[in-house]
């Protein structure tokens, strides 16, 4: 199994512009969730998905920011218009309610997004 | 306050030191806890997880939960230079699939 993919795997744009991330789960799981890490703030819940339908999306920091998932291998995260402040590593994770235990969370190797 | 309080550190310490990472949390109905592991430039990995009370070994490691207390361990016992890495509490309740992390520690085991 090739994990999570994350695309780009770096982004630098200007303020202002618009950035789309995007994420590949893991086949046959059924939760997908974005996740923010920063220094000062650690890693941060944006949204989460449950058979592509958007379960949570009380972390999305404000509207300049959404997030789809129109089928089961895709999802992409949207920041429009981008701010400085939104320089961080974002992380793609998903996960299988099939599997024994907490509900592993199996994370990509993240795109680290840089505002200037 | 936040559900999980972690000390961001840096911990730093020698080759084959026995190392103690710490979490408190706020949240009785938490029931699974869990330690990942993150590399730098990577993404977390599930390095091992409890149920409820009590503690678990694995090879080196050995997590510990007090729900009395609301405060997990996780042990390192001869610790090594590739330890080195951000470890991350996290915790949900039973039958949820939504874990909350704590900030990370980031640990430095130097040769």
């Known amino acids: 199994d090739a994990g999570v993919i994350q695309s780009p795997r770096h982004e630098v744009t200007e303020m202002g512009q618009e950035v789309t991330l995007r994420c590949k789960p893991i086949s046959g799981h059924d939760y997908l969730f974005w996740y923010r890490q920063t220094m000062m703030r650690g890693l941060e819940l944006l949204i989460y998905?449950?058979?592509?339908?958007?379960?949570?999306d009380s972390g999305m920091p404000e509207d300049r920011f959404s997030a789809k998932m129109p089928n089961a291998s895709f999802s992409t995260l949207k920041i429009q218009p981008s701010e400085p402040r939104d320089s961080a590593v974002y992380f793609c994770a998903s996960s299988s309610r099939g599997r024994p235990g907490p509900g592993e969370q199996f994370f990509g190797p993240g795109t680290r997004l840089t505002v200037l | 306050q936040k559900e999980v309080e972690q000390d961001p550190g840096p911990l730093s310490v020698p080759e084959g030191a026995i190392v103690s990472l710490n979490c408190t949390y706020s949240n009785s109905a938490f029931q699974y806890f869990m330690w990942y592991r993150q590399y730098s430039r990577k993404g977390p990995e599930l390095l091992m997880y409890t149920y409820s009370s009590g503690n678990k070994e694995d090879g080196r490691f050995t997590a510990q939960v007090d729900k009395s207390s609301k405060y997990i361990s996780l042990f390192i016992r001869d610790s090594q230079p590739s330890d080195s890495a951000t470890y991350l509490c996290a915790m949900s309740q039973g039958g949820s699939y939504i874990p909350t992390f704590g900030r990370g520690t980031s640990l430095i085991v130097h040769p």
């Open positions: 998905f449950n058979n592509n339908v958007p379960i949570d």
